[in-house]
């Protein structure tokens, strides 16, 4: 069945980074869309950037400039690169499917998480 394995978080202070890596199984990983989403406690669940099975992407404007996302599909992998960290950017991290978004399907994975912090 379906499987997301997210990775790589961890606490570092403001201006550090992070690189988050995805684990995906289950699926012809390089026939999908991918995004990484993030929910902060207390708050929905928001978007943070997606990569197309062409490797185009697109970031929220609170990630712009300071994340990267990538996929290897060799790996079945997707990955996040965080710099320039802020305090702001502390969140339960994902990774999914975009084509899956409010279908009623339940296939998220535990998240890692990541937290900005002095």
């Known amino acids: 069945q379906v499987q997301f394995v997210e990775s790589g978080g961890g606490l570092v202070q403001p201006g550090g980074s992070l690189r988050l890596s995805c684990a995906a199984s289950g699926i012809i990983f390089s026939s999908y869309n991918m995004g990484w989403y993030r929910q902060a406690p207390g708050k929905q669940r928001e978007l943070v950037a997606t990569i197309t099975t062409g490797s185009s992407t697109n970031y929220a404007d609170s990630a712009k400039g300071r994340f990267t996302i990538s996929r290897d599909n060799a790996k079945n992998t997707l990955y996040l690169q965080m710099n320039s960290l802020k305090p702001e950017d502390t969140a339960v991290y994902y990774c999914?499917?975009?084509?899956?978004?409010?279908?009623?399907?339940?296939?998220w994975g535990q998240g890692t998480q990541v937290t900005v912090s002095s």
């Open positions: 999914y499917a975009p084509r899956w978004i409010n279908t009623g399907r339940d296939t």
